[in-house]
């Protein structure tokens, strides 16, 4: 089974989140700041794929996922930032610290499902060619 880490201060909006993921087939695993996301994502086992919201305590979305791009530029992690903030330079931080996709709140659920299901569509796309070229190579 897939596992999504939701990343959220907001037990409420953690839940409700989580519970859509479950119900749509996927593992979901909660916690509620920064420094607790990064060491599930130091994982051997960990969540190929993040829902981070913004505004946290600590470590904000933003400062969590240039971290954890640090210390790992190779893994393969598909984030997904969410935040109430708008406007242009919103869009630009969220890209330009690290986050895949960016998706606004309140969540619209049709829009998240897709969301997550094109993460998960382009992680298992870089596997195999991941896989290809080891076979490739190795040969």
Same mark, same amino acid.
Not at 46 to 72: N, S, Y
């Given at each position: 089974?897939?596992?999504? =880490?939701? $990343?959220?201060?907001?037990? #409420?909006? *953690?839940? #409700?989140?989580? @519970? @859509?993921?479950?119900? !749509? ?8 700041? %920064?420094?607790?996301?990064?060491? @599930?994502?130091?994982?051997?086992? /960990?969540?190929?794929?993040?829902? $981070?919201? !913004?505004?946290?305590? %600590? =470590?904000?979305?933003?400062? =969590?996922? +240039? *971290?954890? +791009? &640090? ?17 242009? @330079?919103?869009?630009?931080? /969220?890209? *330009?610290?690290? /986050? ?8 619209? *659920?049709?829009?998240?499902? +897709? ?9 298992? +796309? ?6 290809? $070229?080891? &076979?490739?190579? %190795?040969?």
């Amino acid at each position: 089974m897939k596992k999504i =880490l939701i $990343v959220d201060d907001c037990k #409420t909006i *953690q839940a #409700t989140l989580a @519970h @859509h993921c479950r119900n !749509w087939g996927y593992e979901a695993v909660g916690v509620l700041d %920064g420094k607790t996301a990064l060491a @599930h994502l130091a994982l051997d086992n /960990a969540p190929r794929f993040a829902i $981070v919201d !913004w505004m946290m305590p %600590g =470590l904000t979305g933003p400062e =969590l996922i +240039r *971290q954890f +791009r &640090k210390t790992d530029p190779r893994r393969e992690t598909y984030i997904l930032m969410l935040t109430a903030k708008t406007g242009r @330079h919103v869009l630009e931080t /969220a890209f *330009q610290c690290g /986050a895949d996709d960016y998706l606004s709140k309140p969540v619209n *659920q049709d829009e998240l499902y +897709r969301r997550i299901r094109e993460g998960f569509n382009i992680l298992d +796309r870089q596997l195999a060619v991941e896989s290809t $070229v080891a &076979k490739f190579v %190795g040969s």
